[in-house]
């Protein structure tokens, strides 16, 4: 005989009972949890019931187990006296089953949940332009502002779309999702697939973009600072005289000032010292002392939110002096804020043979500001070998053992080392191959400074001017610079290094401009 196929179950009749009539079925009561009824009211005003209750019958009494909360909206709405109901006819200890089996859904995906968030927002083929309007994403971070479909709407549709969000959440993920359609490199984040997997948190990734967007900004900007330095070459101002007086310069004028004071206990005989003769001091106590008088002039010409800088190596005369942590200790006393330390390695330091240490081959710059100062700073950047486009990179999970991730580009921050070769004296050939100046530093350094605590049109002081290195590399930056040397034969130098800048820069803005 053949083999009775299995019949399909008749839909059950759906009964029209009064919503005063229908209680809660006590088993659900002691697991259900109260619920806001607004948004079920108000699709049950507006669109009646869709979708009928289940229930069934214990003594003559109709006990709801599935669409609790809509009985409770449906007492509340003036002109809904029935509800549509389901009666089944299963004991007690089937309810639960039957519950899990009625709410039993596949999971919908993230992405198309957005999709149904915008049709029922009523901007399906919309233009991208426009949803941004209507959707407010110009005033994304004002909960006060949300387009002009209005925060009402925003939490209607996540009641209809099943997204358990506010208003303001919801207008985020919105947001996100509107960017992966709009940007193909947002979409390569994966921020909505993250979110779907519980990876990431929607405000999380909403801060994610507001950081990569934060980041290319300042990209931008700082490209479009180096494009300005090449167009731009500062003005300056020669002083042959001594850095322990600086009457003839404004107070609170420079925004910037590093200098490198002559070795200390007369390792260098200098030409045309003043009465101090500085760097020759008998004890490193004198030696700070005078340090100190030259830091206390220029911070009397330097700017509330300026900069001084102190290029400063250690000596080994005589044994270790502690030249560097008694110069920090004496900044700090005599009023200086240290920002921090930027260690610079010599790849070929001058030779020296000390009996019980190393070949020296570092100095120390120290950042300093005034007390209370807030100095610009941007933070020097270099290029991320192979990394390409802004990533999202995951890093150490929380102590909770949640995942965490940032936005990685193509920069990474560099740091406070510093490892560059000492000067070539070669690049003094073209003004005066004869000139020789005893310890000029490389252009490196003082672009790491300027790099970080300037930008183009600010003033920059160099007492110890030197051969003028930093003067050169200060005027290439866009700045107005003013040297203060008491050597008249370095002074007479830099003036020609000088200008040979300036018409070596204006001969190539006119040979682009003819281009």
Known sequence: MKEKKAQPKRQKEVELVKVENIKIHPLVSEIRSQRKTDMFKYTLDVNGQENPIHCVIRNGEVYVFDGCTRVAAGMEVDHLDELECIIHD??????????????????????????????????????????????????????????????DIYT????????????????????????ENENEKIKALGLIDKINANEISINKAYGLLKDKKMKEDKKAQRLHEVAQRETI????????????????????SIDIAPFSPPYPDAMK????????????????????????????????????????????NESFKGGYSSVVSRYEIALIANGWEIIGIIQWIKENPTPVRLNEFFQPADEKIIICKKKGGKPYFSHPVKENAGAGEFTLKQS????????????????????????????????????????????????????????????????????????????????????????????PV????????LDHLINERSKNSVKKLAA
């Open 269 to 312: 005989i200098y030409r045309h010292q003043d009465e101090v003769k500085h760097g020759q001091e008998k004890t490193t106590e004198e030696y700070i002392a005078n340090g100190m008088k030259a830091c206390n002039e220029i911070k009397k010409k330097l700017k509330a939110n300026g900069v001084m800088a102190v290029i400063i």
């Open 490 to 497: 370095s002074i007479e130098f830099t003036k020609k290094r």
């Open 90 to 151: 299963i004991p007690d200890n089937q309810i639960m089953d039957k519950r899990i089996r009625l709410n039993q859904t596949s999971k919908t995906h993230l992405n198309e949940k957005c999709f149904y968030f915008e049709h029922t927002l009523g901007i399906i083929g919309k233009s991208q332009g426009k949803k941004r309007v209507l959707m407010g994403f110009d005033k994304i971070d004002e909960d006060t502002n949300f387009g002009d479909i209005g925060k």
């Open 156 to 179: 209607i549709a996540c009641h209809l779309t099943g997204l358990d969000l506010s208003a303001s959440t919801a207008r985020r993920l919105m947001y996100i999702y509107w960017l």
């Open 233 to 252: 070459t500062g003005k300056y101002k020669l002083f042959n005289k001594s850095a322990f007086n600086l009457d003839f310069i404004e107070d609170e």
């Open 396 to 487: 150490h999970k929380s102590k909770d053992g949640d995942l965490r991730f940032y936005v990685g580009g193509d920069e990474i921050p560099t740091t406070n080392i510093l490892i560059t070769p000492v000067f070539n004296r070669s690049e003094f050939g073209d003004i005066d191959p004869k000139f020789k100046h005893d310890a000029p530093c490389p252009f490196a350094v003082y672009d790491k400074i300027l790099g970080a605590y300037s930008r183009s049109g600010m003033n920059y002081l160099e007492i110890f001017s030197g051969s003028g290195q930093g003067l050169v590399s200060a005027m290439k930056h866009g700045l107005d610079v003013i040297g203060v040397e008491i050597d």
